[in-house]
């Protein structure tokens, strides 16, 4: 009887196993992360409002302290003239913004026409990375840096979305690269656009190709 006793009150008093929780050392994610739904997107959504339908092809949503700006490579959905092929029916938006809250503004808004074979040149580059989107098995966030939100259109999955905060080397650090290349783009003057859209397309294929081959 004692013995029995014995074991009921060993298995009372045994603790819990404690639940999951990231490792606490310093690491840089090889992928980005993805995007918790829910509250703590304010800013990424007053940004989206202001884009309206002017996304689809890959857009990059930036935020340190003291600059806020978004790119967007969409294009218009003329199907039913069938000139898809048009460059001025595809575009990058670039956006400068006042700030990173629920309220922001755009300061300046600028729609660059492309060409369908650059923009498509984003997509794939863009899928190909959010598609491999997974959880860090250890810490990454810090005190400051800069946040990266990336997202685009994958046919038969809809709208993939994916973050990184202040990647220092790797595939998530070029992302963000791309990303200041892309705004640099429409920032340049159109003379001095053409050479830099063909440097752009060979590192965006060239990154596509990398992000394919990393597991």
């Not at 994916?162 to 595939?171: A, I, K, M, R, V």
Request: with cysteine.
């Amino acid at each position: 009887m004692l013995f029995l006793f014995a074991i009921g009150a060993a298995i009372c008093v045994a603790e819990p196993p404690d639940p999951v929780r990231l490792k606490y050392e310093p690491t840089q994610p090889k992928f980005l992360v993805p995007v918790s739904p829910g509250a703590g997107r304010d800013y990424e959504k007053a940004v989206e409002k202001i884009l309206d339908s002017r996304r689809g092809f890959g857009t990059m949503i930036y935020e340190t302290v003291g600059e806020f700006f978004a790119i967007s490579v969409w294009g218009k959905d003329y199907a039913a003239n069938a000139d898809n092929e048009h460059p001025l029916y595809n575009f990058i938006t670039y956006l400068q913004l006042n700030g990173a809250s629920g309220d922001a503004k755009a300061t300046k808004d600028v729609n660059v026409p492309i060409d369908i074979d650059f923009a498509i040149a984003v997509q794939r580059a863009w899928a190909t990375m959010l598609l491999k989107t997974r959880w860090p098995e250890k810490s990454f966030l810090g005190a400051d840096g800069y946040t990266a939100e990336f997202s685009c259109s994958v046919r038969s999955a809809g709208s993939v979305y994916g973050y990184t905060w202040s990647p220092h080397e790797g595939l998530t650090k070029e992302m963000v690269d791309l990303g200041f290349a892309l705004a640099d783009y429409c920032k340049a003057p159109s003379a001095h656009r053409p050479k830099l859209r063909e440097k752009l397309m060979a590192r965006l294929r060239d990154f596509e190709q990398k992000a394919g081959k990393t597991n």
